[in-house]
């Protein structure tokens, strides 16, 4: 999977070790992600505009926002593609 961070990538790997939310949107096809640090994206649609997808792609893309202060349950029937994906 080829990962893109939008704006510069120590930022957004500083907003992750400090726990700050991001916004990241997935391909379904699991081949491309992007990651933005959620103040300047706001929203998966215009994350995609600033990569340079039309806002209308939207429908291409799983969105996700990390953040520390929320605990993720991942239900059952999703946990196959996290495990594809290289997690736990």
């Given at each position: 999977?080829?990962?893109?961070?939008?704006?510069?990538?120590?930022?957004?790997?500083?907003?992750i070790a400090n726990g700050e939310p991001v916004l990241a949107i997935l391909s379904f096809d699991g081949k491309t992600a992007y990651v933005g640090h959620i103040d300047e994206c706001f929203e998966h649609h215009i994350l995609s505009s600033k990569v340079g997808h039309k806002t209308t792609d939207i429908d291409k893309f799983f969105r996700i926002v990390i953040s520390s202060d929320v605990d993720i349950k991942i239900p059952k029937r999703y946990q196959r593609h996290m495990n594809y994906l290289g997690g736990k």
């Open positions: 999977m080829q990962i893109t961070k939008y704006s510069e990538s120590e930022n957004i790997d500083k907003a």
